[in-house]
């Protein structure tokens, strides 16, 4: 699959988020270079725009993304 097309400018992706758990590595290779269409980032900001992803938002939270869509 080809890389996520919001990869300049992700936090999550660029490491301007914490992850101490260790994770972040798998969630860059299963969203971000992966299937970025799974990415609650990515589906927030393809709807809705950069300004609408909340800053602390992880890929896999999906459930938060739905609800942001939801609002909308």
């Known amino acids: ?3 996520c097309k919001s990869l300049a400018g992700c936090p999550f992706f660029n490491d301007k988020m914490p992850d ?3 994770l972040g590595a798998i969630y860059k290779k299963k969203y971000c270079q992966g299937d970025p269409a799974k990415c609650a ?3 927030v900001f393809t709807k809705l725009g950069k300004p609408a992803v ?3 938002m992880y890929p896999n939270m999906i459930e938060l993304a739905q609800q942001i869509l939801a609002r909308h």
């Open 1 to 3: 699959m080809a890389d």
């Open 20 to 22: 101490t758990s260790g």
């Open 41 to 43: 980032r990515y589906m």
């Open 54 to 56: 909340p800053p602390d």
